[in-house]
């Protein structure tokens, strides 16, 4: 079975705060997502990468950045963070390709800032 | 950019009865794919079942069918026999076919589904 693992599951931290969600995958996926949950907004899209060094910006991606060094690791990082950003964040990944149509997600990070 | 709508925040339903959850999309592509994801509240998400936009039959798995009408770009989730376990939220979600940089799921609201004994 493929695995998506989230390394925290609940986090609190400090406004200001550099904060690291570290996301790692078993199964060799090109492509890895951090989204982000709210009530009554569904999952946005935060940023995404398509293979090793390669990013993009999703929809939301202002007080964000995003590092993937390794194919099998994505992290999002809070540089600051602030009260908004109170919210569960999940990553997700895929294969490349027509394929590779199913998408796998970890089991999500409840962040809260204070 | 596509956009995907549930316009049922919440629904309800009784054990063995059937509920349908409604969910539209908007897209300019012919080529796409369409998601419903199950959240149950140990929150991880749950692939229910799959649309092809190319196929003209509609997906089912055992108790879960879909009604895609691709012309009022219409995708709703019918569960039938409800279980106790299938209270959940549940996401509409959108795939483009085009494999341009990762190929993005966009996600409805959610609707929350209450199954009552």
């Known amino acids: 079975d493929v695995k998506v693992t989230q390394s925290s599951r609940y986090l609190v931290k400090r406004t200001g705060e550099k904060v690291f969600l570290e996301c790692v995958q078993d199964m060799d996926h090109e492509n890895m997502f951090w989204y982000r949950q709210d009530p009554g907004l569904g999952l946005r899209l935060i940023y995404f990468s398509y293979d090793v060094k390669m990013k993009e910006k999703g929809d939301i991606p202002e007080g964000y950045s995003v590092s993937r060094e390794k194919k099998e690791r994505f992290s999002l990082i809070l540089e600051s963070a602030s009260t908004n950003q109170t919210s569960m964040y999940l990553c997700?990944?895929?294969?490349?390709?027509?394929?590779?149509?199913?998408?796998?997600f970890g089991e999500g990070s409840w962040l809260t800032v204070v | 950019a596509q956009t995907v709508t549930q316009s049922q925040p919440e629904m309800s339903v009784q054990e063995a009865e059937t509920v349908t959850l409604s969910c539209t999309y908007d897209?300019?592509?012919?080529?796409?794919?369409l998601f419903w994801y199950k959240q149950p509240p140990s929150r991880q998400m749950i692939l229910v079942i799959r649309q092809e936009a190319y196929k003209q039959q509609n997906a089912t798995e055992n108790r879960f069918s879909v009604n895609f009408q691709k012309a009022a770009k219409s995708f709703s989730l019918k569960i039938s026999d409800s279980q106790l376990g299938d209270a959940a939220m549940y996401f509409c979600?959108?795939?483009?076919?085009?494999?341009?940089?990762?190929?993005?799921?966009?996600f409805g609201e959610g609707t929350q589904l209450t199954v009552n004994p």
């Open positions: 997700a990944s895929r294969r490349q390709g027509r394929s590779g149509n199913t998408i796998y």
């Open positions: 979600a959108y795939r483009s076919g085009a494999e341009t940089s990762g190929s993005r799921l966009t």
């Open positions: 897209t300019s592509e012919s080529d796409y794919y």
